[in-house]
Every structure is written in C-alpha cells, then in structure tokens.
C-alpha cells in the first residue's frame, strides 16, 4: 500500500511521576527531514527518537513536538555553592578588619547572597522517561502511519483512474496512425494527378513518397514505451510503500515520450491527443510528490 507524505498523529502518555504528549505533523519532502521541539530536559533523548521515527518513515519533512510535565512532589532542587559563601566570608571578615566594624555575620544573613544558594530543576531520570516517551512516540507514529496510509489509498486512486485515461489515448494515438497514412495518400495522389492531368500516376513513386511519409511519422516505438511505462507505474502503485522516487522517474520518461510523439505529429488530432496526454503526465506527477 503506498503512502502518502502527508500524516499527523498524537499520543499522550502519563506515569506516577511523568506525563508526555507526542505530536507528529508531516507534509511532501525530497529526503527524511525530522524537526522535534521538546523540552531542553529531554535533548538526551533526540538520537533514539529519531532512531524510532525511522522505523515508520522513510520520506517527508516532520515535525515533532513533545511537551514534558513532571508530575513527582518535588522538581526543584536546592544547590549550595560553599565556594562563592567561602569568598563572601572572608571577604566581610576583611572589611571589618580593616574599618574596625562589628563582625555580625549571620547564617542566614550569608544564606541570602547571590550564588550561595541556588533553586534549579532537578533533572529526570532517564530510566524512568524513556519508557513513558518510547510508548507514547510509537503510539503516535501508529496513528501517523495510518494517516498516511489512508490519503495514499486516495492518491492510488485518484492515480489509477489517470494512468487508465492516459492508455485510453495512447491508443487513439495508435489507431490514428494508419488512418493519418490514408488521408495523406488521398491527398498526395489528388495533387498529383492536379499537377499531371492527363500522365499516368507512378505508384511506385506514389508508395514511396508514403513510405518516407510513414517513417517521418511513425510513433510506434514511443506508444510501446509509454504503454509500458503506464504499466510500470500501475504495477508499482500497487506493489508497497517507498515507491515515490521510484514513480517519479517513471513520469519523466512518459513525458519524454509523450513529447517526441507531440513533435513527429503533423496531424490536429494526433496532436490534441499528444497535449492531453502532457496534461494527464504533469497530474499525475503533481500527485506523485505526495507519495512517500
């Protein structure tokens, strides 16, 4: 089944002392190109989420966001720095030394300068996170993978009805080919006979002149190829997931063909055709940079 580059999926997940939301948004990207906003507490974790996503995706641009709620009594802790109260100290002793002041330094009164005691987050525990993450990152990733599944399903076939309209006119081009021979004879034997009067038409002349005509026209080779092409494409539509470079490729060379067939045309019809099917070819490769 293909998929398309298009997804989102979410997931919350909560323990007795952590709490997680995943959020996965996508659109149409060359490459696998991840972006994930989360909490500076959690950046320890980036190389085994990408690790995860990879799992589930192959192309795309992806955008992750993971929010964090510490849900234990106490996320803040207190830090002291007996350096810095160490400088204060003998720095105050210092002063009363040398101005003869009182030494009225007090615990609490030291407490209070800056650096001395600090309030920080207390960081969390890796052991205890990741599991909560990992479920709540490939819960997420599930429902991401089904949205992508689902609009691939209407690309597929939104995609097969294109492909069939493009082999329905492929073969106009191919029944238009003998009939296009005929006509030019018609004409080419009403000019003669216009331009001879009364002498007899060489038929030999006359067939060979369609000959070199039918060669200068012919558009044999280019309908097989395209035909082939159109299969390619039907086949690989219908074989799995990761076929979108794949199918790109395949576009290329029927608009190569589709272009050759434009410009050997000498005839209206033939070359309406040969524009719808350049039409058709630039829809479906609009289509296909949704593919994965």
């Not at 600090?118 to 089904?146: G, Q, S, Y």
Request: proline residues 2%; negative net charge; contains cysteine.
């Amino acid at each position: 089944m293909i998929k398309s580059m298009t997804g989102f999926g979410r997931c919350e997940r909560s323990s007795a002392t952590t709490k997680i939301t995943v959020e996965l948004k996508s659109v149409n990207h060359r490459y696998f190109d991840v972006n994930i906003r989360m909490p500076r507490k959690l950046n320890f974790f980036e190389a085994a989420i990408r690790s995860v996503m990879k799992e589930y995706i192959q192309r795309g641009k992806v955008d992750v966001f993971i929010t964090y709620e510490d849900l234990s009594a106490g996320t803040m802790s207190v830090r002291y720095n007996e350096t810095i109260a160490a400088e204060y100290l003998t720095y105050l002793r210092q002063i009363a030394s040398d101005f003869g002041l009182e030494d009225d330094i007090r615990v609490s009164t030291l407490s209070r300068y800056p650096e001395v005691l600090t309030m920080e987050d207390r960081f969390p525990c890796e052991e205890e996170i990741w599991p909560v993450l990992e479920d709540a990152l490939r819960t997420a990733l599930l429902e991401f993978v089904r949205t992508r599944e689902k609009e691939g399903e209407r690309l597929q076939e939104d995609l097969t009805g294109k492909l069939r309209n493009m082999l329905e006119n492929v073969n106009r081009v191919e029944e238009r080919g003998p009939k296009i021979l005929e006509e030019y004879r018609k004409k080419l034997e009403t000019k003669v006979a216009e331009l001879l009067t009364d002498a007899q038409l060489d038929e030999s002349r006359i067939s060979a002149e369609i000959v070199l005509f039918a060669d200068k026209i012919c558009t044999d080779e280019e309908t097989v190829r395209l035909k082939s092409h159109i299969q390619s494409m039907l086949d690989a539509l219908g074989g799995g997931d990761g076929v979108g470079r794949k199918l790109d490729f395949i576009a290329q060379e029927m608009n190569r063909e589709s272009n050759t067939i434009l410009s050997k045309s000498n005839d209206l019809e033939t070359s309406n055709i040969a524009i719808d099917l350049k039409t058709e070819i630039e829809k479906v490769r609009e289509q296909i940079q949704n593919i994965e």
